[in-house]
């Protein structure tokens, strides 16, 4: 059973910066899509960031990049979104999500289209 529990969500004012975190556990592959989308209740789920294990590459949504930045922690399993110039309209539950049978992924929406896995969500509200 796959297990992605994430962490790090809150308030902070505009303008500000958070850091999500991501533990995965519950598997053993070696080439996998890690990443994160954002999704309020009643609207669609929106992808914002993710990562290839097996090269490193990483996938934006237009709205956050060169804000936020997407990395990991191979020792630990732990990914992270650094979340940075944070805005009202970054308002939302973040999810933790993983492509166990990644294809060729060259957008952040086919990381999103073939997700098996994600978390529990964290709240993350930007507001003054």
């Known amino acids: 059973q796959v297990h992605l529990v994430e962490s790090g969500g809150g308030k902070v004012q505009p303008g500000g910066s958070l850091r999500l975190s991501c533990t995965a556990s519950g598997f053993t592959r070696d080439d996998y899509v890690i990443g994160w989308f954002r999704q309020a209740p009643g609207k669609e789920r929106e992808g914002i960031a993710c990562?290839?294990?097996?090269?490193?590459?990483?996938f934006y949504a237009e709205s956050v990049k060169g804000r936020f930045r997407i990395f990991r922690e191979n020792v630990k399993n732990t990914v992270f979104l650094q979340m940075n110039s944070l805005k009202p309209e970054d308002t939302d539950d973040y999810y933790c999500?993983?492509?166990?049978?990644?294809?060729?992924?060259?957008?952040?929406?086919?990381?999103?289209?073939?997700?098996?896995?994600w978390g529990t969500g964290t709240l993350v509200t930007v507001s003054s």
């Open positions: 990562l290839r294990s097996s090269d490193e590459s990483t």
């Open positions: 999500a993983i492509d166990l049978n990644p294809r060729r992924i060259t957008t952040v929406t086919d990381f999103i289209d073939g997700i098996d896995w």
